[in-house]
């Protein structure tokens, strides 16, 4: 057996043991999401490198430490993509573990699906220190109850991944942004309007940097797909709305710039009366444009929607939030240097809260990974 997996099977094993909870992390590009970060460190990085890669059946498995960095340069040797886009928020930071545990997806999750919709499989140590393997390296593996899938977005509370599957995809032969200069009702309708025609879709941004008098509201759109189809697309949407087409160079730094939380809108707005979380509403594509007094970021076609409000506002736009079928959580808290809990994400209903405490009492009964991470008593 590998030494670094030798050495993770043996702290888990200890610290399950001695009851010592144990804080997993890779680089820590995502120590601010999330609730508290308790425990010994768990260092995932040791365990890395590309274990195979097939890029005519388009999968890769990768150790969990693998810099994400290092995967994502060489699938583009090969003109192949992650297709989710996962952010990193630290430059050339961030591991394959850290990506599929947090779950997040960029700019064309709307379009091409998320983290969830491209792991095949993965290996996992649980909390018994019992090296597991679910799912396979082809979608047909994958029958009954899917488990590997099961790890995203799982923050690290039910197992230790060490190794994971990935489907990946080609890079598209084009792309084009556009940019249309329309208020946030107006945005969402014309592309629910887009949506319904066969148009290479494949992210959206709409933004208004802050609430001030004649701060411009722009929606941009970005296409990608075969070259006739964006080019008839470009052609046909700025026909429909007056708009024009972003030089590809730019386009491509600002939509890095939105995958990664780096664009000016991310920034917290100063001389507030009261610091500023940033919150991150999931609704239904088809929710209405919210009427908040805060500065707000519109993506995945208004199915994903930022805003920097105060913490004191979470009934409101928690209540927001469910009327109309979606959450509310808190991405970057306004104290996110603290290791205090801080309440981020919207309370489970009882029933899924029951399935929460049955998963986490199964994969860790001695309750040692990232205890608190996701809820305070899980």
């Not at 610290?15 to 010994?40: C, N």
């Not at 140590?125 to 109850?145: C, D, M, P, S």
């Not at 197992?159 to 200069?181: Q, Y």
């Not at 917290?268 to 209405?288: D, F, G, Y």
Request: proline content about 7%; some cysteine.
């Amino acid at each position: 057996m590998d030494t670094a997996l030798q050495h993770l099977i043996d702290q888990i094993q200890t610290a399950a043991a001695q009851h010592t909870p144990l804080r997993i992390r890779g680089d820590g590009s995502k120590d601010f999401y999330g609730e508290t970060l308790q425990g010994e460190l768990l260092d995932t990085r040791a365990y890395c490198g590309i274990v195979s890669y097939e890029p005519s059946e388009l999968v890769v498995t990768v150790r969990a430490g693998t810099p994400l960095a290092e995967l994502e340069a060489a699938l583009v040797e090969k003109d192949q993509c992650l297709a989710f886009e996962p952010p990193r928020f630290v430059t050339l930071a961030g591991t394959c573990g850290g990506m599929v545990a947090a779950g997040l997806s960029g700019p064309a999750r709307a379009s091409v699906g998320g983290v969830r919709d491209y792991v095949l499989g993965v290996q996992l140590i649980n909390g018994r220190g019992e090296h597991l393997t679910f799912g396979g390296q082809v979608i047909k593996n994958v029958a009954g109850y899917d488990v590997s899938r099961l790890m995203v977005g799982a923050m690290g509370t039910l197992g230790l991944l060490t190794d994971i599957s990935l489907k990946v995809l080609p890079i598209a032969p084009s792309d084009a942004t556009l940019v249309f200069e329309l208020d946030q009702a107006t945005a969402l309708a014309q592309l629910h309007r887009w949506g319904t025609q066969p148009l290479p879709l494949n992210a959206s941004c709409w933004v208004r940097d802050n609430t001030a008098a004649n701060t411009p509201e722009l929606l941009f759109v970005r296409l990608r797909g075969a070259v006739a189809a964006v080019e008839s697309a470009c052609t046909k949407m700025l026909l429909d709305v007056p708009g024009r087409r972003m030089d590809n160079a730019q386009a491509g730094l600002d939509w890095t710039a939105c995958r990664d939380l780096k664009l000016p809108f991310f920034s917290a707005p100063a001389n507030t009366t009261e610091p500023l979380a940033l919150w991150r509403l999931s609704v239904p594509q088809t929710a209405p444009a919210f009427s908040l007094p805060w500065p707000q970021l519109v993506e995945w076609h208004g199915g994903q929607r930022w805003l920097w409000a105060p913490e004191s506002a979470r009934e409101q736009l928690r209540q927001a939030a469910t009327d109309v079928g979606g959450s509310a959580s808190i991405f970057i808290a306004s104290s996110a240097n603290s290791t205090g809990p801080k309440n981020c994400f919207s309370p489970l209903k009882t029933t899924l809260e029951q399935i929460h405490r049955r998963l986490k009492a199964e994969f860790d009964p001695a309750g040692i990974f990232n205890p608190g991470r996701m809820y305070p008593d899980l």
